[in-house]
C-alpha cells in the first residue's frame, strides 16, 4: 500500500473517529443540565478528534502535491 493509499484509509477511521466524537458532544448537550461534569472532557476530545483529522488531511494534500 502506498504512503497515500495509507493515509486515505487512516484518515476514513479519523473522520469516523470525529464524526462519532461530534455526536457524543451534541448528545451531551441535549443532555445538560444532567452531567454538566463532563463538558470540558467532550469537548476536549472532540477538539482533539478534529485536530488530528486536520492535521493527517493537510499531510494528505503534501503528499499529493508532491
Not at 41 to 59: C, I, N, Q, S
Amino acid at each position: 500500500m502506498t504512503d497515500v493509499a495509507a493515509l486515505k484509509d487512516e484518515i476514513k477511521k479519523l473522520n469516523a473517529r470525529a464524526t462519532q466524537k461530534k455526536m457524543d458532544l451534541h448528545d451531551l448537550s441535549e443532555e445538560l443540565p444532567r452531567e454538566w461534569e463532563r463538558i470540558l472532557d467532550v469537548a476536549a476530545e472532540t477538539f482533539d478528534a478534529y485536530k488530528t483529522l486536520a492535521e493527517k488531511r493537510a499531510e494528505l494534500k503534501a503528499l499529493e502535491k508532491a
